[in-house]
């Protein structure tokens, strides 16, 4: 993923993010359905990174709606449950090709009324045909599992132009990737980039080898921010190593998360195993890059 990465995104997320106005509305997108022959086919990387960065928001004093699919919700409802009950709503759309006209409406309300930043964790997004597929190239559109929840971008384009976005992905096909399509249709090392590579390109893009480590990585950075903002204070570090505790999820929160998650059906994207370990890495592993990223933040 470091040929994807573009230099200064991660701060200038970070910044845009703890900078809005106190009790704005931040919409978090997330879903990627690529166990497409199980129920729920969703995988273990998004609901971690997604439910940090309603952490991070719902510490920041703002109000949290995830947005997911119906194939999705009963897992993000499980990981969720870290957090308190009123901390994050939910917004769940159908397939799209079970779309409704009063679906259609109540998406562009969170556009128009009901949104102050957009920021999406591992969320499929569509290629240059319209149509979300799987690291392997499968359609995930013609198994009837994607919402359009793209729209809701394409809509805060046309609608609200001066509305930011956040992206954060880690294979090329995840909504907001538009930015480096080029360098995904180029590389040498993601398959078939130019059928699978995702053409929604978002303001702010944070790459990553995995996107729950993209999603720990913004909510350390968020945490950082708020530090510089007290630098004057002489409490400055207690507050620091205050807001990383609020902002960031433990190692102990992040394996009950997983648990919960696989215990209603959630699998290992890569080895399409009902287990807690992500994108065929072990939960050890996975544990040790929160833990740098949050001895990161300290620092």
Known sequence: ??????????????????????????????????????????????????????RTAFALGYNVILVTDECNEVVFRAAAQSLPAHAVKFEIFPAEDKMSQSDED?????????????????????GKDGVCYTMRGINMN???????????????????????????????NELGMGKVIDKIRESDVIVDGDKIGAVTAADFLIAASVSNW????????????????????????????DWV????????DEVALLERCVKVGCRDGVSGKIEATVDGMSLQTNLEFLTRIRSAANQ
């Not at 708020?226 to 204070?233: T, V, Y």
């Not at 505790?245 to 102990?252: A, L, M, S």
């Open 106 to 126: 109540r998406m562009k309300s969170l556009v128009m009324d009901r949104c102050d930043l957009i920021v999406s964790c591992e969320r499929a997004g569509p």
């Open 142 to 172: 013609e198994k009837g599992l994607i919402a359009p929840i793209h729209k809701i971008i394409d809509m805060a384009r046309e609608f609200r132009k001066d509305l930011k976005y956040i992206a954060i992905g880690d294979g090329g």
């Open 245 to 252: 505790k609020k902002c960031v999820p433990t190692n102990e």
């Open 1 to 54: 993923m470091k040929a994807l990465i573009i230099p200064g995104d991660l701060q200038l997320a970070a910044t845009t993010l703890t900078l809005l106005p106190p009790k704005s509305t931040i919409l978090v997108l997330s879903g990627f359905p690529c166990c497409v022959n199980h129920s729920p086919p969703t995988e273990t990387d998004g609901p971690p990174g997604a439910i940090s960065i309603a």
């Open 214 to 241: 993209g999603g720990y990585a913004l909510s350390c950075a968020c945490a950082i921010v708020k530090r510089a903002l007290l630098e004057s204070d002489d409490t400055t570090t207690k507050r620091n190593d």
